[in-house]
């Protein structure tokens, strides 16, 4: 029996046609509005919100299979509610976003973006004692706020860097602190004690907005702010106004609240390195999102449990 399934466009080239198998696929361009009709699966983008009208539309749907591990566009309250599976992308990206903040912390800390275009411009006079000094790692404190799988990850990179880490996170991170030698310290305390501020929470209610003008502020002076989480954990323009005041030293996000639109006074801000959400730009974690997105929907069209639900 083939199943009509609704899957992303964009990963035609990333899945592995064997897996495609029984699936009477509709392939939906992001460019195009969620249809109507009898498909038992979907498999969207992170761009694709999933809510109630979506849900209502396709009456048969038995999963929403997300290409991401965050799950912020789907409405799993109301696909919970009727009967509609949700998975995600877990563990198969940790390493690619981890090793992208780590990109970020250290184009911030040293300065990398400056360095490009000043040799691009042809302005370069040379060697100069003080020319484009960045923070150096060693003996510094990196706060993670999020220590799920990326945030420990970016965590466990940290003690050959010479930094201390903290983190502030709802349950003890036990086997991380022996690790890392981390400690677990509240919001206030890792703003206020933290040279790098690093975000890994989901975008939640709780989280949402969560580092505005006055958490901004409780950051130490010339401390760097990294974004690999959502967009819409920061207030865009309080980030933009601390930078401009020199109150924060630098900024490293790879997402944004309303992408692809980035608030123009941030775009304008000094001491930036932004970056196109590229966190799990990798080709073999690209590939490996796509492969668990379709198992998932194999699976659950199989009448199995799905490998990786997002709630149970
Ligand atoms: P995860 O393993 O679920 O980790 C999230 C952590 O956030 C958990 O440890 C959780 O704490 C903590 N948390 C949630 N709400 C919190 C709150 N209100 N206060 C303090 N801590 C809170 O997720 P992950 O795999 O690390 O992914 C993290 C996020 O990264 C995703 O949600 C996604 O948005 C983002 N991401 C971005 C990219 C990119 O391309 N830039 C790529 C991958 C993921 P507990 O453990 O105590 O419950």
Redesign the pocket.
């Known amino acids: 029996m083939t199943h009509r399934v609704l899957i992303a466009d964009e990963i035609k080239n990333l899945v592995e046609p064997a897996q495609l198998a029984d699936l009477d696929i509709t392939w939906l361009p992001v460019s195009e509005p969620t249809p109507k009709g009898d498909w038992v699966a979907i498999v969207p983008l ?1 761009t694709r919100w999933v809510g109630g009208t979506e849900l209502k539309h396709l009456p048969n749907l038995r999963i929403v299979a997300n290409v ?5 566009n789907v409405d799993v309250v109301a696909a919970e509610m009727r009967g509609v599976m949700v998975t995600n992308t ?2 198969v ?2 390493d ?2 981890a090793d ?2 780590w990109a970020l912390i250290l184009a911030t800390a040293r300065r990398l973006v400056e360095g490009i275009d000043l040799v691009r411009s042809g302005k370069w006079t040379g060697w100069h004692p003080e020319q484009l000094l960045g923070m150096e790692l060693r003996g510094r404190v990196l706060g993670l ?9 970016v965590g466990r990179r940290a003690p050959p860097f010479g930094l201390r880490v903290l983190y ?6 036990l086997e991380f602190e022996r690790e890392t030698g981390a400690r677990r310290v509240d ?1 206030s305390q890792l703003l206020a004690e933290s040279d790098i501020v690093s975000l ?5 209610p ?2 949402k907005g ?1 580092i505005n003008g006055e958490a901004l502020a409780r950051m130490k002076r010339g401390a760097i702010l990294i ?4 967009g819409d954990l920061v207030r865009e323009e309080a980030l933009a106004k601390a930078l401009e005041r020199g109150h924060l030293g630098a900024a490293g996000l ?2 944004y609240t309303d992408e692809p639109t980035i608030h123009p006074r941030l775009r304008a801000a000094p001491r930036t390195v932004l970056l196109p ?5 990798t080709e073999e974690t690209r590939r490996k999102m796509a492969a668990i997105a379709v198992s998932n929907v194999q699976a659950v069209l199989s009448g199995k449990p799905p490998l990786t639900p997002v709630y149970s």
């Not at 991401?68 to 912020?72: D, L, M, Q």
């Not at 706020?145 to 990850?153: M, S």
């Not at 890994?200 to 939640?204: A, G, L």
């Not at 974004?227 to 959502?230: D, F, H, K």
Request: hydrophobic residues 35%; charged residues 15%.
């Open positions: 992170l991401a591990v965050g799950y912020n877990p563990d990206l940790t690619a976003t992208l903040t706020f999020g220590a799920g799988r990326i945030g420990q990850a502030a996170a709802r349950t003890p991170k919001m890994h929470v989901p975008s939640t709780e989280t969560i974004n690999t989480s959502r790879d997402v959400h590229i966190g799990s730009a």
